[in-house]
């Protein structure tokens, strides 16, 4: 199992990114997705998680109305929409998906080797 994480890079205070996370691999079901991110000396904090079919979020407070979660279930791929913004989210964003294997009768969480977001004019 894997996840791939894309869409990250470099843009100027107000702009808006999309990152997407594909999950691939001998997969039996995936539970929640999500994105957590990590600024260096800073720990890593939760910005957003979907469940299953999208019917619940989860935001960072601090993050509500910026940005939007949602999941492609056909694609096994989850996305985030960031908009306006600022240099305080500069940060590498790590994608994860809570995921039970094909004949593995276990949930685990995998994880996406992250993609870099640099806010800066």
């Known amino acids: 199992v894997q996840l791939q994480a894309s869409g990250g890079g470099l843009v100027q205070p107000g702009g808006s990114l999309r990152l997407s996370c594909a999950a691939s691999?001998?997969?039996?079901?995936?539970?929640?997705m999500g994105w957590y991110r990590q600024d260096p000396g800073k720990q890593r904090e939760l910005v957003a998680s979907?469940?299953?079919?999208?019917?619940?979020?989860k935001y960072a407070d601090s993050l509500k109305g910026r940005f939007t979660i949602s999941r492609d279930d056909a694609k096994s791929t989850v996305y985030l929409q960031m908009n306006s913004l600022q240099p305080e989210d500069t940060a590498v964003y790590y994608c994860?998906?809570?995921?039970?294997?094909?004949?593995?009768?276990?949930?685990?969480?995998?994880w996406g080797q992250g993609t870099l977001v640099t806010v800066s004019s």
């Open positions: 994860y998906g809570r995921i039970r294997p094909r004949g593995v009768y276990r949930v685990d969480d995998y």
């Open positions: 691999g001998s997969i039996s079901s995936i539970n929640d």
């Open positions: 979907i469940s299953s079919g999208g019917r619940s979020t």
